[in-house]
Every structure is written in C-alpha cells, then in structure tokens.
C-alpha cells in the first residue's frame, strides 16, 4: 500500500466509567495489606469511576517500576462485555485482536520503569523480545529499509507461535533515490511474507525523482541534506505514525553497528512518546548473516557486491575488509544517522522555531487591531 507524499492527563469527568488495565510482573502490593503473587503477563481488570479507582489506590505502592504499564482507556458500557471480556482472557490487548479503535490503549513507561525493562530484556534473545512487543504493545508496526536486521526481525516475527498474534505491518519509506535492487528485494519480501502488509509512504506531494528535483532542485543532499533527511525520511515518517495510527515501532539497529547506536537501549521512547524496539540490539553481523543463511531469508543482492548496510543510491558505497558496517553510509562525512534516529533534526527544530515565531507574530498582529478597535469611553 502506498502512501503519497505518563507525564500529561487529559481533563474528563471523573465519574466516568473507565477500564483500568493494569499489567503485573512478579508481585503487587495491594492497597499495602496483602502480597498478591502474580505470574507473568496476567490482567487485572477493573471496570470502576476513576474517582473510586483514586481512592482506592491512594495509599498503595502499586506505582513501582517492577509493575507494567497502566493502561487507562473509556469503556463503552454496551459493548464491553462482549469485545472487551474477549481480549482480556486472551491475556492481552492488541491493535490485531479486531476490536474497534476506540479501545486502543495509550501507553506511557516511566522513567524508571523503561530503566527496568531494558536490565530485564537484556538477557533475552530477539524471539523473546519480540513474542513480548506482540503481546505487550498494541499498534506496533515495523519501520524498514529492507536490511539485513529488519529482514531477520521479519522472518522471526513470522514464525513466532503465540495464541493470538498480532501482524505487525512494514512501514518503508520510499525516498525516490534507493537502488533498483532495494525495489526488487520490496516485492520479494512480499511474495515471501504475504500476511505482513507493507506500507509505502514517499516525500509530500510528489510521486517520482523528477517530480521531487522539480520542487527541490537536484542533488538536494550535497546542497542541503538537512532538508534533504527533513523532506525524504524525517516527514514521511512522522506522516506515517500519524496515519497509521503508530503506538510503537520495531527498528533494525544494532549495537554492533558503531557510531550512535554503540550504547543502544532495547527499549526507547523519543521526544515524541514513541515506543522504539531494537529487538536485534546485541546481535553481531556475523549473527544476523548466519540466520539469514540457515532459513533462507530473501536480502539485498547489494551485499554480494561488498556493500553490508543500504540506503540512498547517492550516499551508500561498498565498504572494504575490515571496515564498519556502516562505513559505506555518508562515507567522509560526519554524518552517521538520517535524521529519524536522532532525537531531534537541526531541520525539524529550525521548523519548530519558525512555527513559534509566525504564531507570535499572528497573535501580537491581533492583539494591535483589537487595541484600535476598542472603542474609545
């Protein structure tokens, strides 16, 4: 399919009823009486006022990092018992599991908590990992290059055996400047995975290379590549969360990889909110070309030529024996990430400024009319 071009509570009554979902690991200290033991992944649902909720928590210890997100969506009262009763003996809520979108939690880890997840999933292998985003995480998606790592992740995602998972779609953003071989490796993909759909997002507004050169000029990366990482990546992603609805996404990086993601979390969430999942964090190259080999995943034909990460036609070459993996992205040049994985674009902050600035402008320009339109006592 393609695509053209827990730190703020929102005001509602208190008397309305709300699903409270709360998610536990190991024990929960209720209302400071009672141990509870409780296994892995098991709900607890209360359908209450959120008024008797808070006085029923305001003295228990249950806002500890061990426990789980606290999932807190409006419940439908005509139709709970039969689509909500459903999700939660299944042991989890998912975006797959059919209900409608209204039941879709948000979900905010603190700081401490997101601390906790990432000693924990640490030791876990990447099937691990991912069995927990699919059961944990609703609206997750997979955002895709079609490298080696996020081809694993995929092989991987197909083959987990879990009682009602979720299809985690592709999300891959079509700059109009990768290779003919990355489109060849697109249709592959979907031939080899039908049940995860693919969506193609490209630059706003147009739909081809000239189409693009026409608006922004050519070479657009030598003569401005922050713009250039803005206009073909950075706001094709952001549009893409918008529009699919994205909760949290799967990433293909690695810790292995050097530069930046040398001390990557499994878990991150970006200035945004947005749940980032790097289930392949500890593995090596090695570790990742060998699954690829013993289960047959379809790659890019690129890396028979001596490249080992693609991106962009312009700013991707082959790397030599014993070189990083990513040396061959934006060789001779400081640059070793696009711009989604930074935490903010100098681009995306200089959009930000100028947003601030035509506001200020707008309300003093209505603030002076008004002032000559009082009327004089």
């Known amino acids: 399919m393609e695509h053209s071009g827990a730190s703020e509570v929102k005001h509602r009554s208190t ?3 709300f699903l ?4 536990e690991w190991g024990t929960l200290d209720i209302l400071s009486s009672s ?26 210890s249950i806002w500890d990092p061990f426990i789980w ?3 807190i969506m409006s419940s439908k ?13 299944s042991g ?38 991912l069995r927990w985003c699919i059961t944990s995480l609703p609206h997750l998606f997979q955002t895709t290059a079609f490298g080696l790592t996020g081809l694993v992740t995929l092989d991987m995602l197909s083959k987990l055996e879990v009682p009602r998972p979720q299809m985690v779609d592709l999300i891959f953003l079509d700059t109009l400047y990768h290779f003919d071989e990355t489109k060849t490796l697109v249709d592959r993909v979907r031939r080899k995975y039908p049940n ?6 490209k630059p706003a507004g147009v739909d081809t290379t000239a189409e693009f050169e026409a608006k922004y000029g050519a070479k657009l990366w030598e003569v401005d590549d922050q713009l250039y990482d803005w206009v073909a990546k950075v706001e094709p992603a952001q549009r893409a969360y918008r529009e699919m609805n994205v909760h949290a996404v799967l990433t293909g990086r690695r810790r292995s990889q050097g530069g930046k993601r040398g001390d990557l979390d499994i878990v991150e969430v970006d200035e945004a909110g947005l749940i980032k999942i790097n289930p392949m964090a500890n593995w090596s190259f090695s570790q990742v070309q060998q699954y690829v080999k013993d289960n047959d995943v379809p790659y890019n034909e690129l890396l028979d030529r001596g490249y080992k990460s693609v991106g962009d036609w ?10 990083d993996e990513r040396a061959g992205r934006w060789k001779g040049q400081q640059k070793t990430e696009c711009g989604i994985h930074n935490k903010r674009s100098a681009y995306s902050l200089y959009l930000m400024e100028m947003e601030r600035k035509q506001q200020e402008e707008a309300q003093a320009l209505t603030q002076a009319l008004n002032a000559q339109c009082t009327p004089v006592a």
């Open 77 to 89: 009262i005509d139709s709970y018992p039969s689509e909500m009763d459903a999700m939660t003996e």
């Open 35 to 60: 141990i509870v033991n409780i296994s892995l992944c098991v709900f607890h649902t209360l359908h209450i006022s959120l008024t008797s909720f808070i006085h029923s928590v305001a003295s228990a």
């Open 92 to 129: 989890y809520v998912s975006a797959g599991s059919g209900a409608s979108e209204e039941y879709v939690p948000e979900i905010v880890f603190t700081k401490p908590h997101l601390q906790f997840l990432n000693r924990q999933l640490q030791f876990l292998e990447p099937q691990e990992i």
């Open 69 to 71: 997100p606290v999932f």
């Open 196 to 201: 995860n759909n693919v969506h193609i997002f």
């Open 15 to 17: 008397q309305e009823p």
């Open 20 to 23: 409270v979902i709360i998610l």
């Open 314 to 323: 312009h700013s991707t070459q082959p790397v030599a024996e014993g070189e």
